[in-house]
Each structure stands twice: as C-alpha cells, then as structure tokens.
Nanobody, 124 residues
Framework: QVQLVESGGGLVQPGGSLRLSCVVS????????MSWYRQAPGRERESVAH???????NYADSVKGRFTISRDNAKNTVYLQMNSLKPEDTAVYYC??????????????????WGQGTQVSVSS
C-alpha cells in the first residue's frame, strides 16, 4: 500500500521559512509527477508546486520565487522549501504523487496518491 506522510508544518511569522517533507512508502510502478497543493479555509484546493518525472518544475504565480520543490530519491522524500512566507500562505498543505500503470485491457492509467496534510500558519 502506498502511503504519503507530510511533516514540517507549524506556526511562523511573516518573512519566515519552513520546509515541508513528504515521505513516500510502498511500491509505485512509475511516478509521473509530484506536487504540493494547499487549501485555505473557504478556498479551493490549488496546486502551488509541481515536478515532472524528468525534474521540470512549475509554480503558482503566488509562490514563484519563494517556494522550491525538490526530491531526495534515496530517502523517498519530496520537499517544499518555503521562504518569505506571507499570511496568505496559511493553509493545509498536501503532498501528491501520480502513478501510471498499464494493463492490456485499458492501456495506461493514472492514479493519484495523497497525504493527510500538514498545517502551515503564517501570523505575527
């Protein structure tokens, strides 16, 4: 069974930094992409950072230049480094990976795995 566990959230003052970690356990046939999402109260869940299997990255405009997604394959861990945090960054942050697999009946299929989320609060 594939499990994703996030950690590293907490309360930080504006301008501070946090690093979120997402440990992936279990077997995944092929990871097509890794992402960090966040959801603030009363808001839609949004993607803030995305990394393809090949290492290409993409960021939401609101976090570009402040957040960095990275991975450590040896530790089976995905990271989100968050710098210059703002109050509007306050949200629950979720790790997401996308697995692809093949069957002769259906061809290639994508499957999402999600962590339980970690709270990030930015306040003075």
């Amino acid at each position: 069974q594939v499990q994703l566990v996030e950690s590293g959230g907490g309360l930080v003052q504006p301008g501070g930094s946090l690093r979120l970690s997402c440990v992936v356990s279990g077997s995944i046939f092929s990871i097509n992409a890794m992402s960090w999402y966040r959801q603030a109260p009363g808001r839609e869940r949004e993607s803030v950072a995305h990394m393809t299997r090949g290492g290409n990255t993409n960021y939401a405009d609101s976090v570009k230049g402040r957040f960095t997604i990275s991975r450590d394959n040896a530790k089976n861990t995905v990271y989100l480094q968050m710098n210059s945090l703002k109050p509007e960054d306050t949200a629950v942050y979720y790790c997401n990976v996308v697995e692809s697999y093949y069957s002769s009946d259906t061809g290639w299929t994508a499957k999402d795995y999600w962590g339980q989320g970690t709270q990030v609060s930015v306040s003075s």
